[in-house]
């Protein structure tokens, strides 16, 4: 599920949320949480191939949203698991396939998560397996589900139906482009990334105009991750770099992906502590130890990374980072008698100054005029609101974004070590930093941050499927699900009229 709150996350959580926030309610943003507009692509898809090569996200940014009245919540659901998806073809927007009893199984899983929610509406695609998926979520509630063509999963052509293996033997060159170059991709004098942008575009109108302000979409994987990317402004480039799991309930979080067929051996693991004690029980330096809730989730994290392999842990020397990174490590060298593997493995653990912006956040004025205590003093990583980043003076955002660059690039440059082919590393931090590395990854700027948000407890995963000096892939954002009971709700109340 990816959950919008206005939901990169992204999105290995059960849903995803996006939910509508803006001061101006003519043009709506959104805000990521595990979220006549459309003529402007339309008018694009519609020039040469030419004119249409060098398409980049301004093109999408540039075409305003319907006007608002209220705020609105949506959470997106990817189809449980098809017959298509077990064999390993290309569906595309076929109607063949329907959902296996894992598929089955995984909707319900989502079903559960999302039954105390009081959705008003939901809309799905009609295809088979989008449409059953949406019938186990949806339940015995009243409401009717509306399905949408526009949210059909993407046009392959005569690509669909095929074996992945068969597609690159008949296409070759096509296949290889679909793989590397999805936005230029063109098969039957179509494009279909671009014909998809414009369909979520199209999709965004009706959803923002319907007068419902709590809204499920139970969709596919391709035309989820184009509602996402045109909802905060990103173009077709972004194809494949926000990735979204069947019902986004996969068996883990951190098992080994690909990106358009290809296999990744490095990536980054961004784990956030947990929940930190109040200012009425320690100084109010903002270095705050977890609270027992904290060290819960701490394990609950180590025990998810015991099947990986960590190469090595890198965290903020602040005490609730480095209870936490402890916590990760102490799991790791015990994997012989945890019956992981049949060595204890050792992990190299590193403190590094970048990965600590709290000091940072301290600085604002503003912040502290608003009284965002549990801003400034990092107090309790869950209670921070949507949207929370944007609270801060641009001066503030621009040291934050200066230091995390700095941070990137030492953890791009942990990963190259050619010592070890296949490197997995775990970083320890707080969620701002987590959030700016994220933006760097997807070539952002700090205008960015506010968009994207993170609780206590999560991980988010970053793959380099084509190595670590290439682009990165954002695999899993705000994950939870490990926690149990020891999380903080799926799903959260809407933004208030008033403070909309």
């Given at each position: ?320 980072c480095f209870e936490t990174a402890m916590a990760i490590s102490r799991v790791q060298e015990a994997a012989d008698c945890l019956g992981a ?6 992990v190299e653990m590193k403190l590094i100054k970048y990965l600590d912006v709290e000091s940072i956040l301290q600085q604002s004025n503003r ?81 960015w941050m506010g968009l994207f948000h993170l609780d206590a407890g999560s991980i988010s995963v970053i793959d380099f499927p084509d190595g ?33």
């Amino acid at each position: 599920m990816i959950s919008i709150t206005p939901a990169l996350v992204l999105f290995r959580n059960p849903c995803f949320f996006l939910s509508t926030t803006t001061q101006n309610p003519s043009y709506p943003s959104f805000t990521i949480r595990s979220s006549s507009s459309s003529s402007s692509s339309l008018q694009e898809i519609e020039k040469s191939p030419e004119e249409q090569r060098e398409l980049r996200s301004e093109l999408y940014a540039s075409a305003p949203f319907p006007p608002i009245k209220a705020a609105k919540r949506v959470v997106l659901v990817r189809h449980g698991q098809s017959t298509w998806n077990e064999e390993g073809r290309i569906q595309g927007s076929s109607d063949f396939s329907v959902l296996t009893k894992k598929g089955e199984a995984q909707a319900d899983t989502s079903r559960q998560m999302l039954f105390d929610d009081s959705f008003d509406i939901c809309f799905s695609s009609p295809l088979i397996r989008s449409k059953r998926t949406a019938e186990i979520i949806w339940g015995s509630r009243e409401a009717e589900i509306i399905t949408d063509s526009d949210l059909r999963e993407i046009d392959l052509y005569s690509f669909q139906g095929l074996l992945k293996h068969e597609g690159q033997a008949k296409f070759g060159p096509a296949f290889r482009q679909w793989q590397v170059d999805a936005a230029n991709f063109n098969i039957d004098g179509h494009y279909p990334v671009r014909e998809l942008w414009a369909r979520a575009r199209s999709c965004w109108n009706k959803i923002l105009v319907h007068e419902s302000r709590s809204v499920l979409v139970v969709a596919h994987n391709a035309v989820n991750q184009a509602l996402v990317a045109t909802a905060i402004g990103l173009g077709t480039e972004y194809f494949r770099i926000l990735l979204q799991s069947n019902c986004g309930t996969p068996n883990s979080p951190i098992a080994p992906g690909s990106s358009g067929g290809r296999k990744t051996s490095n990536r980054i693991i961004l784990v956030c502590h947990g929940s930190t004690q109040s200012n009425t029980e320690a100084s109010t330096s903002g270095d705050l130890p977890m609270n027992m809730l904290g060290i819960i989730q701490s394990q609950k994290t180590a025990e998810l990374l015991l099947d990986l392999k960590v190469s090595s842990i890198i965290s903020s020397p602040k005490k609730a980072c480095f209870e936490t990174a402890m916590a990760i490590s102490r799991v790791q060298e015990a994997a012989d008698c945890l019956g992981a593997d049949c060595v204890p493995r050792y992990v190299e653990m590193k403190l590094i100054k970048y990965l600590d912006v709290e000091s940072i956040l301290q600085q604002s004025n503003r912040a502290r005029y608003l009284n965002y205590r549990v801003l400034l003093d990092a107090t309790e990583v869950s209670a921070l609101p949507p949207g929370w980043l944007n609270k801060y003076e641009d001066s503030i955002t621009s040291v934050v974004w200066n230091q995390s660059e700095k941070a990137w690039q030492s953890l791009l440059s942990e990963l190259s070590d050619e010592s070890e082919p296949a490197k997995t590393v775990v970083v320890v931090g707080h969620p701002a930093i987590h959030i700016a590395l994220m933006g760097h990854c997807l070539n952002l700027t700090k205008e960015w941050m506010g968009l994207f948000h993170l609780d206590a407890g999560s991980i988010s995963v970053i793959d380099f499927p084509d190595g670590p000096t290439e682009r990165g892939v954002i695999r899993c954002i705000n994950y939870t699900a490990h926690l149990g009971r020891w999380s903080i709700p799926i799903t959260r109340s809407i933004v208030d009229d008033e403070a909309f």
